[in-house]
């Protein structure tokens, strides 16, 4: 006998009429009627699912019991059973669905294109009419799966926004990441215009259960930016862009979360509120990431030890919650009467301050507090030790010490202030590893980034003295370069270092010049370039050319933090040293047989490590200030520790290479050190061997508790593998 049904055990419900398409011109009261009949249609579809479920897991049951007993007709009836099971709750589940979108009052929209697909996803689509000032929305490009394929409509924005809409779009290209190592094909990709925009998306993102990824410079390390089969929200076309005078220093800026670094640097120096200010706010390394991920992630740079980490300066920003409530914080905004309000305020604000990416909603703007640059000397510096092919110059250890007492000392001054540095060490074969003796010797290449402000004009001879005299008496570097801009440009530090290993110095003076001379002719007016033989500003350069060449390869990076803010002793460092020689990296004869880039004479294989400085005057006189104010953990920290790979994304024939690498990275980010000094890790260099609490430690707990209560997303469809849920 087959299982007794439960008394509350409905059949399948007949298909009901999908509800009439409404007016676009239907009342505000008819649409909120309308509310109360969508939740209880959201419920029914609850029960109507359990039902079928039951049904067909009773019936299941049953011919599972009799089977031993009949004929191998059974499987085809279970097959069948599933398949009309499987169907009558698509068809109901359709049905209903279709109900729910109509009563969803959503405002009226314009259409924006036709996709084939089932009859509930045109519903959803015809419904999607967004207009915005006249502007329809910018557009959908959709996979092929399902026939869900749609070349968009999308319009030009104005030429003084610097975003071109992608030329003759397509899925393929659209979908992929900077790190090439990761293959997603997201479900859509949505280019919203507008916050409210930004909205529809999430609200559409519930109804259908899909997760939602945020993208903008798409510069992610894990690749968590996009997911196969999410709703991937592009900030693309989000280009606001304002400027406010303050009594401060700076002002403020507000932004829209589209604007990656090189787009932000044309803005400023066109806009009419910006173009004769030479301000700045605290900036990455690399052109091409997008200002929100950084912030939100923390976001070291070159002005870290000026001005903190970027997160320090936020001071407000509108969030998409997720339900698609869409909240504007501010530090400066009133909440009379409301104490629930401004603990909501304050909370998400705190989180938003370097507790990782879309946790907590989807950001659509920030104001972030700028400063100036207009009465200092702005100077890119690079010092070379133990350069391939050349004698040694040091041992790395003499090196690493005297660069973190430059770091930790209280030496800046007008003359000299070391805005921002970070330590690059490339790692080497070694068939075994070697001893903590051997690591006080060892003659690693290392090269000494810094960005630094002065009231006095430097020569390259005046400043290769100076680091030889006051900074490396005991290490003499063998080469020093240094790099002077003026203009609108001065304080962006861009910088040609990333996965480059040079061979010789880093650019000659008759070859540097021809350069610049072609990428003159090549891209319109200049800006000038100091000639390091006299120090002047002499040579015309378009701004491009001083970016760093950050262009799209397969990686995986992890990083550790230094646990002390005076940084590491000796032995710590010789251990660390120790894990700069792997038989996992590739030999010399695998580079020379490897193959290379024609272009920038990159390695195939770059393995490397880099020391991020965060200790400076900012944190020493603002550290306890910072812990109160921003979820990044760090503010005890000497530096970030950061393992990276990087490889050529066409060079198939190094794939032993590449795994053999990414192996000596993950074996980094498991180490434990026995000699001490290291404590979590960065989120914006995400590793999926780290733990998600490692990132925020202390912070951790009350980050889930935000999350759990003010990000309205009970479903986590603001997740991904390292989010807060």
Same mark, same amino acid.
């Given at each position: ?20 398409? !409404? ?32 049904? #067909? ?25 599933? !398949? ?21 009052? /959503? ?26 000032? @006249? ?10 799966? @399902? ?27 659209? =979908?992929?990441? +900077? ?48 997911? #196969? ?22 002002? /403020? /800026? ?31 390394? &690399? ?8 912030? /939100? ?24 919650? @997720? ?78 010490? @005297? ?42 290449? &290392? ?21 030889? =005299? ?10 020093? $370069? ?10 962006? %530090? ?49 701004? $491009? ?9 397969? +990686? ?45 004479? !990159? ?5 490397? &490590? ?23 953990? %760090? ?7 950061? %393992? ?11 794939? =032993? ?13 498991? =180490? ?25 430690? +202390? ?9 759990? !209560? ?16």
């Amino acid at each position: 006998m087959p299982p007794k049904r439960s008394s509350n055990t409905k059949p399948a419900a007949k298909r009901t009429k999908p509800a009439a398409k !409404r007016s676009s011109n239907s009342s505000r009261s008819t649409r909120s009627t309308r509310r109360p009949a969508a939740r209880a249609q959201l419920r029914e579809l609850g029960r109507m699912v359990h039902s079928v479920h039951e049904d #067909t897991t009773n019936g299941l049951v049953h011919l599972g019991d009799e089977f031993r007993n009949h004929s191998t007709n059974f499987l085809l009836e279970v097959t069948e059973l599933h !398949r009309v099971a499987t169907i009558g709750l698509r068809r109901h589940i359709t049905d209903l669905a279709e109900n729910i979108v109509s009563n969803l009052a /959503l405002p009226p929209r314009n259409e924006i294109g036709t996709p084939g697909g089932n009859q509930l996803f045109n519903k959803i689509l015809s419904d999607f009419k967004i207009t915005t000032s @006249g502007q329809t929305f910018t557009g959908f490009i959709f996979n092929d799966v @399902g026939n869900h394929l749609l070349t968009p409509e999308v319009p030009r924005i104005e030429p003084s926004t610097h975003w071109t809409p992608p030329v003759n779009p397509t899925y393929e290209t659209c =979908r992929k990441m +900077h790190n090439r190592r990761f293959d997603f094909r997201p479900w859509v990709i949505a280019y919203p215009k507008t916050t409210e925009e930004v909205s529809w998306c999430v609200r559409l993102a519930k109804v259908l259960n899909r997760k939602v990824r945020v993208r903008s410079g798409a510069h992610d390390h894990a690749g968590e930016s996009n997911a #196969t089969d999410a709703l991937l929200i592009d900030c693309s076309a989000l280009r606001q862009i304002e400027y406010k005078k303050t009594d401060e220093d700076g002002g /403020l /800026l507000t932004i829209g979360t589209s604007w990656k670094f090189i787009e932000l640097f044309r803005a400023l120096g066109e806009q009419p509120e910006t173009k004769d200010l030479e301000i700045a706010i605290p900036h990455g390394t &690399c052109q091409s990431v997008g200002v929100d991920g950084y912030l /939100l992630g923390g976001g070291w740079g070159p002005y870290t030890r000026k001005y903190g980490m970027c997160c320090e300066s936020l001071v407000a920003a509108t969030i998409v919650l @997720g339900d698609g409530e869409i909240v504007e914080l501010d530090d400066n905004k009133s909440f009379a009467g409301h104490p629930e309000l401004e603990e909501r305020n304050n909370k998400l604000l705190w989180a938003l301050r370097g507790g990782g990416g879309p946790s907590y909603g989807v950001v659509t703007s920030m104001t972030i507090k700028a400063f100036s640059v207009a009465s200092t000397h702005n100077y890119t510096f690079l010092v070379h030790w133990n350069l391939p092919d050349k004698p040694a110059d040091a041992a790395t250890l003499d090196i690493l010490w @005297g660069w973190q007492e430059l770091l930790v000392q209280d030496t800046d001054s007008e003359d000299l202030y070391l805005t921002g540095t970070n330590m690059q060490i490339t790692a080497k074969y070694s068939e075994k590893p070697i001893t903590i003796d051997q690591a006080k010797t060892a003659t690693l290449e &290392c090269q000494f980034y810094g960005y630094m402000q002065s009231k006095r004009k430097w020569t390259e001879a005046e400043f290769s003295e100076y680091v030889k =005299r006051e900074w490396f008496p005991n290490c003499k570097p063998g080469e020093v $370069e240094l790099h002077r801009t003026e203009g609108m440009v001065t304080h962006f %530090y861009f910088s040609n270092w990333a996965r480059q290993r040079r061979t010789c110095k880093g650019r000659h003076l008759d070859d540097v010049k021809s350069r610049y001379e072609e990428a003159v002719k090549q891209r319109g007016k200049p800006c000038m370039l100091m000639n390091p033989q006299t120090g002047e500003n002499e040579w015309p350069i378009q701004v $491009e050319y001083l970016l760093e060449e950050d262009r799209p390869d397969p +990686h995986m990076i992890t990083s550790r933090m230094c646990s002390e803010p005076t940084g590491l002793t000796k032995d710590q460092f010789c251990y660390y040293i120790t894990t700069l020689h792997s038989d996992l990296l590739p030999t010399p004869a695998d580079h020379k047989a490897a193959t290379a880039d024609p272009i920038m004479g !990159r390695n195939p294989v770059a393995t490397y &490590c880099n020391f991020n400085g965060i200790a400076g005057p900012w944190y020493r006189k603002n550290r306890e200030i910072s812990k109160k104010r921003c979820s990044f953990p %760090y503010q005890d920290s000497c530096y970030v520790i950061q %393992y990276q790979t990087w490889w050529e994304a066409a060079a198939v024939d190094n794939q =032993r290479l590449h795994n053999r690498a990414m192996d000596w990275i993950q074996v980094n980010a498991r =180490r434990v050190w026995p000699c001490g000094g290291l404590k979590g890790s960065f989120i914006s260099f995400k590793n999926s061997e780290i733990p998600e609490e490692d990132y925020f430690l +202390h912070n951790y707990d009350e980050l889930m508790k935000i999350k759990k !209560r003010y990000s309205n997303d009970p479903t986590n469809i603001l997740r991904s593998r390292k989010s807060i849920i």
